[in-house]
């Protein structure tokens, strides 16, 4: 039998093995940096920066989600973003990932949010066509931008400078 809860601080390294098993899915490993530490920081101090379920089968732990706030200025009201969404393998087709995805969009109602984002691997097809089969619409003129490490450093060297 499924249930899904909201993460607690006990969850912490539960989380991060997670976290861990998505990489390794994701085949990207060896980019994991998190700690239990920043987890425990991040999501459950004073001012969280993330929220988390998790889904347990029979009492077994089969997958999370974690998610957090944005604003939408087109919108004129907030969205969640939804970081990470994994089903252990073994768990899988039970409707345990659509579940988790549910139990997020009863959230994002409950808060007002105009929507829920997130971003999946053009080679998962068994996540896209989940998705699809929800109504999910797929924003291919969007691309997805990320700055990091030393071009995050440069830009924020220059911040300070004016135009000549």
Partial sequence: MLTIRAATESDVPLLRTLIRELAEYERELEFVAVSEADLLRDGFGAHPKF?????????????????????????????????DLFVRPQFRCRGIGKAL??????????????????????????AIELYQSMGGTFLD????????????????????????
């Fill in 51 to 83: 929220r988390a379920l998790i889904a347990e089968w029979d009492d077994q732990s089969a997958g999370y989600a974690l998610f957090f706030g944005f604003y939408s200025t087109w919108e004129g009201r907030p969205g969640l973003f939804l970081e």
């Fill in 101 to 126: 995805l549910a139990s997020v969009a009863r959230l994002a109602q409950q808060q007002n949010c105009y929507g829920i984002r997130w971003e999946v691997l053009d080679w998962n097809q068994p």
């Fill in 141 to 164: 003129h969007w691309r997805s931008v990320l700055l990091k490490d030393e071009a995050l450093r440069q830009l924020a060297d220059k911040g300070g400078e004016r135009p000549e």
